[in-house]
């Protein structure tokens, strides 16, 4: 039965850019945001400098299969050793809670 009321999280992999290689999937968990709450979160953030990791605490409720326990620090030591990882991060959580994944 399709349910009208969204789950409260769900989980997305998120391809970080490693550099010289590949990019790795980041299986994160994030948390559900209403349309409403979706437009006012991308409003209220869209001045923050992208090394801040205030927003996307915010939206992140964890991760797996990743060498370090979720907290704000380690989501900070990755924004800082992966450049494009904000970028990513967020992008993905839009196109999932606008689109969601497409079967081929």
């Known amino acids: 039965m399709f349910k009208i009321k969204a789950k409260p999280t769900f989980v997305a992999p998120v391809p970080i850019h490693v550099p010289g290689g590949e990019?790795?999937?980041l299986t994160l968990v994030f948390r559900h945001k209403t349309?409403?709450?979706?437009?006012e979160y991308l409003q209220r953030t869209a001045a923050i400098a992208t090394n801040d990791v205030g927003p996307l605490m915010e939206i992140i409720e964890g991760w797996h299969d990743v060498d370090?326990?979720?907290?704000?620090?380690?989501?900070?030591e990755l924004v800082q050793n992966h450049h494009g990882s904000v970028t990513a991060i967020l992008d993905t959580y839009v196109v999932e809670l606008a689109e969601g994944r497409r079967k081929n």
Request: charged share 40%.
């Open 68 to 76: 370090a326990e979720f907290s704000r620090e380690a989501l900070q």
């Open 35 to 39: 349309r409403d709450e979706m437009n």
């Open 23 to 25: 990019p790795e999937p």
